[in-house]
Each structure stands twice: as structure tokens, then as C-alpha cells.
């Protein structure tokens, strides 16, 4: 399982961006997803958190209010809407997969199996 992210960018603090995670040849359909962030020496933390359904969701208190977890499973992605985005959640973004059966609905980076290569995202003026 090879997850892909894209979407990132750079934009000004109060934008938004729109980040995709997928798959090639394996449906995501029966995983849960998560979005994570890391920058250079500093620890790869959770952002948001999707069922394999999209009927649960849970977020990091960072980005509640401004961040949406969403997914298409027709069309085998995951969506993270950020919007009113700050110069703090510059990072590389990270999005990482659990079979659903093994999801505890928590943004611990030890609880995902799978995980793609990121996408950059920067925040300034």
C-alpha cells in the first residue's frame, strides 16, 4: 500500500489549501486515515483523523475550528480542508492508513501502518 499526498503550498497566513491523500491500486474504502505534520527536528504529530466510513473524526485542538477531515471512497481519497491557516502550521504534511478493524480513533503515530512521503506546506507573507 503506497499512499500519495498533494496539494501543498505556499499561501499567506488566512488562506487556505486543500491536501489529497490516495492510493494507486488498493482501495482505501476499509482503512481509516490520518493527517499528520512533522518539520525538520521536531516529532511528526497528529493533525485529524477519519473512519473508514467518514462518519467518525477527531482533530488535534490546533486546528479544530479551521481544519476538516473529509473522504470520497468512490473516489478512493482523502481530503484535509485548511482554512485560516498561520505561519505555525508550516510543516510537511503526512497522511497514513490503519485497516479500520485496528483504528482506536487517536492521532498516535505508532497506530497508522502505512504511510506516504508528504507534502510541503507553508504559511507567510
Known amino acids: 500500500l503506497r499512499l500519495v499526498e498533494s496539494g501543498g503550498g505556499s499561501v499567506q497566513p488566512g488562506g487556505s489549501l486543500t491536501l489529497s491523500c490516495t492510493a494507486s491500486?488498493?482501495?482505501?474504502?476499509?482503512?481509516?486515515i490520518g493527517w499528520f505534520r512533522q518539520n525538520p527536528g521536531s516529532e511528526r504529530v497528529g493533525v485529524a483523523t477519519?473512519?473508514?466510513?467518514?462518519?467518525?473524526?477527531n482533530y488535534a485542538d490546533s486546528v479544530k475550528g479551521r481544519f476538516t477531515i473529509a473522504r470520497d471512497n468512490a473516489e478512493n481519497t482523502i481530503y484535509l480542508q485548511m482554512n485560516s491557516l498561520k505561519s505555525e502550521d508550516t510543516a510537511t504534511y503526512y497522511c497514513?492508513?490503519?485497516?479500520?478493524?485496528?483504528?482506536?480513533?487517536?492521532?498516535?503515530?505508532?497506530?497508522?501502518?502505512?504511510w506516504g512521503r508528504g507534502t510541503r506546506v507553508s504559511v507567510s507573507t
Open positions: 477519519i473512519s473508514a466510513s467518514g462518519v467518525s473524526t
Open positions: 491500486e488498493f482501495n482505501l474504502a476499509d482503512h481509516a
Open positions: 497514513a492508513a490503519v485497516p479500520q478493524r485496528r483504528w482506536t480513533g487517536v492521532l498516535f503515530t505508532h497506530d497508522y501502518e502505512f
